[in-house]
């Protein structure tokens, strides 16, 4: 009897952990059905404006809406892991991409690819319908809060996500020297997509939508390598020029040489200052520091927040739209792999590399890191949906966000977009497998 018991309890702990990973595909198959080439029942026009309205609209008022309502100033000085763990994420996903490329040795152009493809998962939009889905079952165990604690805690990660998406990332993905070169002697190696929006695959603008349209004067060239290469690569004037000041320096008194900048100091500061750190003000930003704002302020929270709030009628109104997100998201995943792979010159050995260690081996570390910091004490006590938004970091496959970096810096697009279709058809493995892992870790034996 007791073992019929024990089976019992064990069905069902895997229909509650993966029910939620079910529906999601089910949401990702009706959108691979709707664009799929053969039945065009949707035209693809139509699922770019559908990932305009997710940007400009559906996440933001999601964000606004949960993020605001649950966020204090205790909250935020508590919630301080999360961010944490995003950049810790990344950082152990680098090493891992640093691995990767060793051992599976990729053509020279795209090692750095290869690392940063490894490291930077999908932080906002997929962990935010996995909740969001999670939480939509009446027998779910993360209490009455569940959603609006869980899309709280993704939200509040994703301002660390955009920070370094325009700094680490957008200077990883940067064109090699030597490859830049290849390409401006006239070789047939150009990864430059048309300007034609309908023409764009929907990866480009499958999550931030319009980021190829904010070129800036040296996207599409490696900065990096022309402002720190070799003496034989580059002369000081080179870089000077990139300042915008004149290549030959007026005499000056040894007094006043002393002041000058050194020369590295220089360097760094011309990165800076072309890194394009305007473009992270977007609205799901936007939605997030006002969310900060007025969350923050009991007075203004009052008004805003709660059934008797002046204007509650406001942020219902946002609570419908933000009811948008999840379907809308999945659906344009759908959109995205229904175009199936682009031909790819990464290579069968690398492509099995990244995949390997950003969806198993990565979350195995991820589940060392979480314990870890439980038993130091650095997570809030008793929280589960806490602890499981963290595991989601470490998870998700490769951001989708990457393919549209790639198109902006000019560099490696169509392996960024065969890659993230690989990657998302193996998570519906991947992710069952830890997702049981994690309800057990979570919920059944705490």
């Not at 497998?433 to 057990?440: A, C, L, N, W």
Request: charged residues 15%; glycine residues 6%; contains cysteine.
């Amino acid at each position: 009897m007791e073992l019929t018991v024990n089976i019992r309890s064990t069905k069902e702990e895997l229909v509650l952990s993966i029910l939620p990973l079910l529906k999601l595909i089910c949401l990702t198959v009706i959108g691979l059905i709707l664009a799929h080439p053969k039945t065009q029942l949707v035209p693809k026009a139509t699922f770019k404006l559908l990932s305009k309205l997710v940007f400009a609209l559906f996440l933001p008022c999601m964000i606004f809406i949960h993020l605001g309502e649950t966020i204090t100033v205790k909250n935020f000085l508590r919630w301080w892991f999360i961010p944490t763990n995003v950049i810790l994420s990344t950082v152990i996903g680098c090493l891992l991409g640093w691995l990767v490329a060793r051992i599976c040795r990729p053509r020279a152009e795209y090692f750095r690819f290869t690392v940063i493809m490894t490291a930077f998962g999908n932080t906002g939009n997929l962990p935010l319908a996995i909740v969001g889905s999670v939480c939509r079952s009446d027998d779910h165990p993360f209490g009455p809060d569940c959603h609006a604690l869980g899309t709280a805690y993704v939200s509040f990660a994703q301002w660390v996500a955009v920070l370094l998406v325009y700094t680490l990332v957008y200077h990883m993905m940067e064109p090699p020297m030597e490859y830049y070169e290849v390409v401006d002697v006239g070789a047939e190696i150009h990864e430059q997509v048309p300007t034609n929006d309908l023409s764009r695959p929907l990866l480009v603008e499958a999550e931030w939508p319009g980021m190829e349209d904010r070129e800036t004067e040296h996207c599409k060239s490696p900065l990096i390598a022309r402002v720190f290469g070799n003496q034989s690569d580059i002369s000081i004037p080179d870089v000077e020029s990139l300042d915008g000041s004149s290549s030959v320096a007026p005499e000056s008194p040894k007094s006043l040489r002393c002041l000058a900048e050194p020369r590295v100091m220089k360097k760094i500061r011309i990165v800076a200052e072309k890194t394009p750190l305007f473009h992270v003000l977007q609205p799901p930003t936007f939605a997030t520091l006002l969310a900060f704002f007025v969350g923050m302020v009991p007075p203004i929270k009052s008004v805003v927040y709660g059934n008797d709030a002046p204007l509650s009628f406001i942020t219902d109104s946002l609570e419908i739209l933000a009811g948008a997100m999840v379907p809308s998201v999945m659906l344009i995943l759908g959109g995205m792999l229904s175009e199936g792979p682009n031909e790819s010159r990464l290579g069968l050995r690398t492509t099995i590399g990244i995949i390997v260690a950003r969806l198993l081996v990565l979350p195995m570390i991820g589940v060392g890191v979480v314990t870890l910091a439980d038993k130091l004490n650095f997570l809030i006590p008793g929280d589960q949906m806490y602890r499981l938004v963290l595991l989601l970091q470490y998870t998700t496959p490769s951001a989708i966000l990457l393919g549209a970096v790639a198109s902006l810096r000019g560099y490696a697009v169509c392996e960024a977009s065969s890659l993230l279709f690989w990657q998302h058809i193996c998570a519906v493995l991947s992710l069952a497998i830890y997702m049981v892992v994690y309800f057990k870790m979570l919920i059944f034996y705490v």
